[in-house]
């Protein structure tokens, strides 16, 4: 290159130059040509390029929406709800939308693996006869009681299986957990529904009937229970069409997205929960005249006040639009419940229904009804449950452990100690469909097919005013060399011998649904009905399930609801600090959406933050502290401690911080590791009376790091440029 | 110093020199284009002719184009259908990539021919509706082995006959002349 | 020469005759904010997702986000009423005029602004010019690894880098449902089909329809006296009606 032939000349011949070879080599066949391969055997219903419809069941959370997902050419494209299935009558949550970014998730485990060591990432791949063959010496070689299931909160037939196999041969009974279960405090609520109406049930809240709702820390609109359900019960609230718009007031220390909607949001000072349902009751009752109920004898309206921090008037105010609105509901839920008097707090909202005396009506409590093929309420594990379980691990009497629909590594407290306690069991068997926490510290992983590639059925445990079974079938073939789990216990039973063999003699799994599934057809007023059991079974897929046609929600038997003491005390706080600790389940990641980049890239309804962990803290104590957005700080508890940046929430009580639970892993996929952290490591082993665990009861320390974290989100693009990450590049 | 190149090219030499690149050029992008129009390298030599010549209709192997967007390529369990019942699919060479496939239980990799870009969403059923025969794009297929694409299909070539069939429909000229039409 | 009165501009009067042919009715008091018609859009329409280093810059591809604003200060403070905010399908759309490739063109069959991929160049030219804020633009090629691919939409091109895009009304479900109606020799009935993002909305906060039809379930709901436009004062005739919160 000579001298006066600048640079700049060679980069624009240079560029003329690939400019004609990328025209040239893009016409060439090399990028033309595509191949494109037919059936070899097309199914008789399919067309070339028209979409099958097939109806399944949402397996994101223990929901149990019906699902309708359109494919094309054995590919899912896309999921809608399924119109006909009365829990969410077409319609579908974000998560729902997001579970084909599973089905189709680049770090799904693809084969049956053995791992070299625990924790270690460096796995062998099994062919399936070895993989079962491995399940059935499981089986076989240790005693019954020292073989454990751990699985999920659905309550699906994998779960019914489990529990005949364990009814039949003296293992342990399965057990059912998952972190929304305990966000959720449903174990709290059921033993509530128990103390007041005499029966353990999961209550239904009939919102969409109701004309004032007082919400105290139930987060309805999110995760909690049913929230596609709930939600359609909220429009209905709102609906003016046949009656006035009805009212919303939410009580909760941090504004959740479910606060957000409501017309007057209450921020209480934590723990006062009990004492402000019990003062808007007595106060109510005082307008509504007559005795004085048991429930709101000891408790005192101006005490209540300066403790919780609401203005006299506002509680006269509150108590007066209660007493005045013949469709109030109270709902006692999340982070209200998950405190030492938890269970106080949920008597004290419920028993405030008694004042309006909505049991069993339009507008009131029920309790949910049973699912078709189900005889009693099966609550998931409580967190003081999976506390026993750990120290069985611990003490060594648990030798076989099996894992399935749950990451206990994740969604448990760490300081419950399950990863110290694992090291205990002899063998850890996961069949786990992504590479999750608990699979990496698992000796085999076996696993199952995503639930878009299942059989099944799942009972829907709340929500719909008829009992539902929601049916799965798969929509497309499995993608990876998976196996079902049902499938793998059936035949490693019959290896086994013994109990195991006769416990499940069935052929496989479907011939197992089948006969579950058979005695529905001697049934009346079913959404579906055939003479024979292999017709029934087609519309039982076809359709997506079976449920009943009639409302079968059971009124609570409330006689004395308000003729029993309340506790009125205030919740206790383990730790020292200065900062109430509030961890809220993510509305668009929840447990387990980490790993599906859609959902990561969802804005948190109220923060708008994307792809990563943050902590709110209001804006005046920030000031006060010194911290600035995008802040690191460093969260301590009695428990762990953990940094996180700061984002500064308007919507959040000064005293108290909150952190979302969805991110934090250390495994299950690229989209889902290193990402944000896990508030789980901050909670201690505190319980309340019913046994779930007091994830709202501590007191933690905010110390600055000096580190500055930007976080990605919508909002800043609206209107300001300006906060990115750093230098531009 | 561009200026020092371009009295360099004046020489004789020089010209020599242009007319040498410009001449490769132009081979090279004849070449390239040549490429581009032959027919590809099928998994199998299908004859066409062969098949148009027994009567079969086209919509018999190619059922989606009436009923959707696809056309389609037929399974082979539809090939073998007919072609286990003739004596000659054991002997032929041409046949011996099926009877390979279908033993085997591969799919066959074809590769299609006639194709328009990822923007452009087309739909067979339209065009058969509106009484347009295959041979209308495709060619006379009883005249050809393997499927060559008679047709280069560009959007003036598309718009032309979506103007002449409006004629003078206004309506029907708003729709078919619309970008979001075909691109969206 | 030529004044400002001269330009044609001046021809659309505020208030003007609604010309659209599709439209949507949010409501805004019963939306929840839950992100399922976000996530249903990107599913339906083969959205890319960024990361998080392009989102923070703001680069993310929703077609629809849900906005919220906060009003006053703790303890007074109220989120408002959470507003999903899509293409509004003007019927004078801002980002026509001023695309030089006239990739950004109005359709005069089904009365939406199209984004015309092939012709797009990339100026970014209709996203400035944007008064809602909702074109985005590939920055770059975003990697969606195998086997995601998998679960694109055939109906909807896959963009590449360079490209803008926005929210379409589900052109592909309409077309779908013409092509449908007309082999059944009819008309496409009223609430036959809907966009990706009122099928999910758990609230059914979103209403989608035929806007010249009088009696289709959209245009009675636009109806109501509550209902107002965006940015109607600009003059671009959006075809998206909001109620605002209670």
Redesign the interface.
């Known amino acids: 290159m000579s001298e006066k032939f600048s640079r700049r000349d060679f980069l624009k011949l240079a560029g003329v130059g690939a400019a004609t070879s990328a025209i040239l080599t893009g016409c060439g066949p090399a990028s033309r040509y595509v191949k494109r391969e037919p059936y070899m055997q097309m199914p008789e219903y399919n067309y070339n390029g028209q979409s099958t419809y097939y109806a399944t069941t949402c397996r994101e959370c223990a929901a149990g929406c019906g699902l309708i997902v359109r494919t094309v050419q054995g590919r899912a494209i896309k999921t809608e709800g399924n119109a006909g299935n009365p829990l969410n009558l077409g319609k579908t949550c974000a998560r729902g939308q997001a579970t084909l970014h599973g089905l189709y998730n680049p770090d799904r485990v693809t084969d049956p693996q053995k791992r070299s060591s625990r924790g270690s990432g460096s796995t062998q791949v099994m062919d399936w006869d070895a993989a079962i063959q491995v399940v059935a010496d499981a089986l076989k070689n240790n005693k019954p009681e020292e073989i454990a299931f751990l699985m999920g909160m659905a309550p699906d037939h994998l779960f019914d299986l489990v529990s005949d196999l364990a009814s039949a041969t003296g293992m342990n009974a399965p057990l059912r957990f998952g972190a929304l279960g305990m966000f959720e405090a449903r174990a709290t609520l059921s033993k509530a529904a128990e103390n007041l109406f005499g029966e353990a049930s999961l209550p239904f809240f009939d919102v969409g009937g109701a004309q004032v709702v007082f919400s105290f820390g139930a987060n309805f609109l999110e995760t909690w229970l049913s929230p596609v359900s709930y939600t359609r019960g909220f429009a209905g609230l709102r609906e003016a069409k046949t009656k006035m718009r009805g009212k919303f007031v939410q009580f909760e220390s941090r504004m959740s997205q479910t606060g957000g909607k409501a017309d007057e949001w209450i921020p209480l000072r934590p723990g006062t929960e009990a004492l402000v349902a019990l003062a808007i009751g007595k106060l109510a009752s005082e307008i509504r005249g007559g005795a004085m109920p048991r429930a709101f004898e000891n408790v005192d309206p101006i005490d209540t006040a300066s403790k919780s921090g609401i203005k006299l008037e506002t509680l006269e105010h509150l108590a007066g639009m209660f007493a005045g609105s013949n469709g109030a509901l109270a709902i006692p839920g999340g982070p209200a419940l998950g405190q030492s008097n938890g269970l106080a707090v949920a008597e004290a909202v419920l028993a405030l229904n008694a004042i309006s005396d909505n049991f069993g009506k339009p507008g009131g409590v029920y309790l949910s009804p049973l699912a078709p093929n189900q005889s009693e309420y099966q609550r998931p594990a409580s967190a003081q449950e999976m506390q026993e379980f750990v120290q069985k691990m611990a003490d060594g009497k648990i030798k076989v452990l099996f894992v399935h629909g749950v990451n206990p590594l994740f969604e448990l407290p760490t300081a419950l100690g399950f990863g110290g306690a694992s090291k205990s069991v002899s063998q850890i068997i996961s069949f786990a469909t992504f590479p999750d926490e608990t699979a990496r510290e698992a000796d085999y992983v076996f696993p199952d097919h995503h639930g878009l590639e299942s059989w099944g059925y799942q009972r829907v445990a709340t929500g719909s005013a008829q009992p539902v079974l929601s049916g799965a079938q798969p929509v497309v073939s499995p993608y990876y060399n998976t196996r079902a789990t049902v499938d793998v216990l059936i035949t490693a039973a019959q290896l086994a011998g013994g109990s195991f063999a006769s416990a499940l003699p069935f052929k496989d799994e479907v011939e197992f649904l089948n006969g579950k599934v058979s005695a529905l057809m001697g049934e009346v007023d079913g959404s579906i009905s055939a003479p024979d059991l292999a017709t029934f079974m087609a519309y039982f897929q076809q359709h997506g399930g079976y449920w009943k046609n009639s409302d079968e929600r059971v009124a609570p038997k409330a006689g004395d609801a308000l003729n029993r003491e309340i506790s009125a005390e205030e919740a206790e706080f383990a730790g020292e600090g200065e900062f109430f600790f509030v961890p809220f389940v993510s509305p668009t990641l929840a447990e387990a959406g980490a790993n599906k980049p859609w959902l990561q890239e969802l804005p948190d309804p109220t923060t708008t933050v994307m792809w990563n962990t943050w902590v709110e803290m209001n804006p005046e104590t920030a000031h006060e502290l010194g911290i600035e957005n995008d802040d690191v700080v460093r969260i301590v508890s009695e428990a762990g401690e953990l940094e996180v940046p700061v984002y500064l929430y308007p919507a959040i009580r000064p005293d108290t911080i909150a952190i979302p639970f969805g991110q934090g892993h250390t495994a299950y996929g690229r989209y889902a590791e290193n990402r944000g952290v896990n508030p789980a490591d901050l909670l201690g082993q505190h319980f309340n009376e019913a046994g779930d665990l007091a994830f709202a009861g501590m007191k933690v320390k905010v110390e600055k790091t000096g580190v500055k974290k930007p976080l990605s989100r919508l909002e800043s693009i609206m209107g300001v440029y300006g906060i990115g990450l750093g230098e531009e590049h | ?2 200026k ?1 190149i371009f009295d360099w090219l004046k020489q004789p030499l020089g010209l020599i020199a242009v007319g040498i690149t410009v001449l490769t ?1 132009f081979s ?2 004849a070449y ?2 040549y ?2 129009q ?1 027919a ?1 390298e099928q998994p199998i030599q299908f004859p066409h002719q062969t098949h148009v010549a027994f009567g079969i209709q086209c919509l018999y192997c ?3 184009a009436s ?12 090939c073998w259908a007919c072609h286990n019942q003739i004596a000659k699919t054991e002997t032929s060479a041409l046949l011996a990539p099926l009877k390979e ?2 033993q085997s ?8 021919v006639a194709q328009v ?3 452009v ?1 087309f ?1 067979h ?2 065009h058969i ?1 509106a009484g347009k025969n295959c041979e209308d794009c495709h060619g006379d297929m009883s005249k050809v082995t393997i499927a060559q694409n008679p047709q280069v299909f560009n959007m003036g070539w598309c718009l032309n006959c979506h103007v002449e069939s409006a004629g003078e429909d206004h309506e029907k000229l ?2 078919l002349s ?4 075909c ?2 | 020469m030529v004044t400002l009165s001269d330009l044609k501009i001046s021809e659309v009067k505020l208030g003007e005759e609604q010309t659209g042919k599709w439209g949507m009715v949010i409501d805004q008091d019963i939306c929840t904010g839950c992100q399922a018609c976000v996530a249903a859009c990107a599913m339906e329409n083969n959205i890319t997702f960024v990361g998080e280093e392009d989102s923070g810059y703001g680069r993310s591809m929703h077609w629809i986000r849900i906005e919220r604003f906060w009003e006053g200060e703790y303890p007074e403070v109220k989120m408002t009423a959470n507003q999903p905010m899509l293409c509004q399908q003007c019927g004078h759309a801002t980002c026509e005029p001023v695309c030089p490739a006239f990739a950004t063109v109005h359709s005069q069959a089904e009365q939406l602004n199209l984004q015309v991929y092939n012709r797009c160049v990339g100026t970014r030219y209709c996203a400035n010019n944007c008064p809602y804020q909702v074109r985005s633009f590939n920055w770059r090629d975003y990697q969606r690894p195998e086997p995601l691919p998998n679960q694109f939409n055939p109906d909807v091109t896959v963009r590449r880098m360079g490209v803008m895009e926005k929210c379409t009304f589900c052109i592909q479900r309409i077309h779908k449902a013409q092509d449908k109606a007309k082999s059944e020799g009819r008309e496409v009935a009223d609430g036959e089909f809907t966009t990706a993002c009122a099928q999910a909305c758990p609230a059914n906060a979103i209403t989608f329809g035929r806007v010249d039809d009088p009696e289709s379930m959209v245009s009675q709901l636009a109806k109501r006296s509550h209902g107002v436009k965006h940015l109607e004062e600009l003059g671009t005739l959006p075809n998206v009606t909001y109620f605002k919160g209670g």
């Open positions: 110093m561009i020092s050029l090279i992008a390239g284009i490429t581009t032959q590809p190619h059922p989606g009923k959707g967007p696809a056309a389609g390529l037929p399974s082979q369990a539809k496939a279908v239980g591969t799919p066959i990799q074809w590769v299609p870009p990822d923007f969403q739909n059923r339209a509706a708003v729709k619309d970008c979001g039409t691109h969206y």
